[in-house]
């Protein structure tokens, strides 16, 4: 299944895993469609410097559904593309006001 994720430029996709609260979660918080950022606290925070993210797509195995978070927990298998955000905000139709 095909997901998406915004993180800081460079950062590996492999190797870490993403937080709930306090407690390490399975994998990594990812959207099943990348639109989804617009819709929770990490765009708020993350609009302020977009030349530091990318949106990463990638493969991967969902591990958990945990209600009250950005997302879902994804295991990655396979990195497809990364797109810095400046380029890939005005691709998708995104304009800021």
Known sequence: MKFFRVQPNAKP???HRSKLAF???PGIFAYKK???L???YTWL???????DYEMI???????DEPEDSEG???LPRKEIKRTP???WLPEHGYVDR
């Open 13 to 15: 996709l492999f190797g």
């Open 23 to 25: 407690d390490e979660v």
């Open 34 to 36: 990348a639109e989804t």
């Open 38 to 40: 617009f819709e929770n």
């Open 45 to 51: 925070h993350m609009r302020k410097r977009l030349r």
């Open 57 to 63: 797509e990638f493969e991967g195995d969902i591990v």
């Open 72 to 74: 879902v927990v994804v």
């Open 85 to 87: 955000m400046l380029q």
